[in-house]
């Protein structure tokens, strides 16, 4: 499966900003969607944003529409999600992850994951 990398996760003031970035490595589809994840104790791992990478169609989760972007650099196979106007229900864990699929959001989907960021928004 592809390998995935993140990293930007970190502490910040609820209101602030954060960029996480996921660096994939041995593509193993021409077609697939790259998808960004949440998971917080005693809860499931939540789909948060999607793009599909053949097109470059975005999709999200309800909650944060308006706030988070996904996007995609094609030569550093790298997909980033900007975070903005934070809140303190946002922190979680952060996982980038891949499917072979069009558009899913659902994590059984996702069958390559990186190792998760912390993500931290205080009050």
């Known amino acids: 499966q592809v390998q995935l990398v993140e990293s930007g996760g970190g502490l910040v003031q609820a209101g602030g900003s954060l960029r996480l970035s996921c660096v994939a490595s041995?593509?193993?589809?021409?077609?697939?969607?790259m998808g960004w994840f949440r998971q917080v104790p005693g809860k499931e791992r939540d789909f948060v944003a999607g793009?599909?990478?053949?097109?470059?169609?975005?999709f999200y989760a309800d909650s944060v529409k308006g706030r988070f972007t996904i996007s995609r650099d094609n030569a550093k196979n790298t997909v980033y999600l900007q975070m903005n106007s934070l809140r303190p229900e946002d922190t979680a864990v952060y996982y980038c992850a891949q499917s072979p699929l069009y558009k899913p959001t659902m994590a059984a989907n996702f069958g390559s994951w990186g190792q998760g960021t912390q993500v931290t928004v205080s009050s």
């Open positions: 793009i599909w990478w053949t097109g470059g169609s975005t």
């Open positions: 041995g593509r193993t589809s021409s077609m697939y969607t």
